[in-house]
């Protein structure tokens, strides 16, 4: 059953107000226009005590949003945990580009390097229609007091791109916006928000959706897990090896490095099961790109026989000679 059919049963058995729904979807667009408004005259950011977070596990998710919108209730459902409440300043979209995190973009497509003599030399291989590249760029570099650098601008970027590659600090996330309380919504609401770019619709209360949510943040980090077997032995399905393309790789030589760093030197081929092989198991070497689930067992080379390889190597017995045979008995007359 799809979302819109669900919420229309849900609806049905709770006779909820349509007219109340509306407004409160009103309301809350008018708020996110404000904010986006904000958003385009902040420059600098004034906040307050900052705050650390401890980094362990495999991936790393913040929920952000304005109070009460159902965030401490999220992390209750999705994880089973209590939320500790926590306000911090810092947690409204605007600051977090202003404190240099760009959601949901890539770096843009401009080479840039400091120089330290020869001037400006500025190139693209793209029509620019955002930025004038005589006098825009070379006032940009002024005021970084560059005066020596090369910039070649590979795809037409605007300005605060440019700006971006010039501070060279920026974090480039992934991020989903979250419609939560879609129960109290309309139906039309709910598909309009629904086809929004990185948007997933959801309600805490009726569990509506959570399980696509959950997907979506599975597929949004790209972790991969990857089962060992040990040679002779049914795979180890509880503990997997997390590997991710944030975090070094998903091949097989990725894979040998989460399980120990000498691993790569001793590995002669591996054997592979699961989606990334062609056929079960597949023989794969270091750069073979593991997908998610895929079982894999190294095969490590045997040990080197002392005394060197083929017709060089020494044996430890010496050859029998001839005249060591023995002498067959003398025939019976
Ligand atoms: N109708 C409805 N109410 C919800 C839903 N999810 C959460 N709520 C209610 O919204 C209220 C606020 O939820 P919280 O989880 O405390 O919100 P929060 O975002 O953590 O709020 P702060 O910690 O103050 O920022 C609670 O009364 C929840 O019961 C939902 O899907 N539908
Ligand atoms: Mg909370």
Redesign the pocket.
């Known amino acids: 059953m799809g979302i819109v059919e669900r919420i229309k049963e849900t609806e049905a058995e709770n006779g909820s107000d349509a007219e109340e729904q509306s407004y409160r979807v009103s309301s809350w667009s008018a708020q996110s226009k404000d904010c986006k408004a904000q958003n385009t005259t902040l420059r600098a950011s004034k906040s307050g005590d900052g705050f650390e977070v401890t980094k362990y596990g495999h991936g790393r998710v913040a929920l952000i949003?304005f109070?009460?919108?159902?965030?401490?209730?999220?992390l209750t459902m999705l994880t089973g945990t209590n939320s500790e409440?926590a306000?911090y300043e810092f947690t409204t979209l605007r600051e977090l580009e202003a404190v240099g995190l760009r959601l949901n973009k890539r770096p843009p497509q401009i080479y840039f390097k400091k120089k330290k003599t020869g001037g400006i030399s500025f190139n693209t291989t793209a029509p620019l229609t955002h930025i004038d590249e005589k006098k825009l760029c070379y006032q940009i570099l002024h005021e970084y007091k560059i005066h020596n650098a090369e910039v070649l601008f590979r795809e037409d970027a605007t300005v605060d791109d440019f700006i971006d590659v010039i501070e060279g600090n920026r974090k480039y996330i992934k991020c989903v916006y979250v419609y939560?309380?879609i129960?109290?919504v309309g139906i039309d609401d709910v598909d309009r928000l629904a086809r929004q770019p990185n948007s997933i619709v959801i309600?805490?209360?009726?569990k509506l959706n959570l399980d696509r949510l959950l997907a979506r943040m599975w597929d949004e980090m790209g972790l991969v897990r990857v089962y060992s077997k040990p040679q002779g032995q049914q795979p180890d399905f509880d503990e997997p090896f997390v590997l991710s393309a944030d975090r070094g790789g998903c091949t097989v030589e990725d894979f040998c490095n989460h399980v120990h760093r000498t691993l790569v030197k001793d590995m002669k081929y591996a054997l592979v099961w699961g989606t990334s092989a062609r056929h079960y198991p597949q023989n794969c070497g270091l750069i073979h790109r593991l997908e998610d689930e895929d079982v894999v067992q190294i095969v490590k080379k045997k040990k080197r026989e002392e005394g060197g390889r083929g017709r060089f190597k020494t044996h430890s017995n010496p050859p029998t000679r001839i005249a060591d045979g023995e002498k067959k008995a003398p025939l019976k007359q």
């Open positions: 949003g109070p009460s919108v159902g965030k401490s209730t999220l409440a306000s939560n309380k129960d109290v309600s805490c209360n009726l």
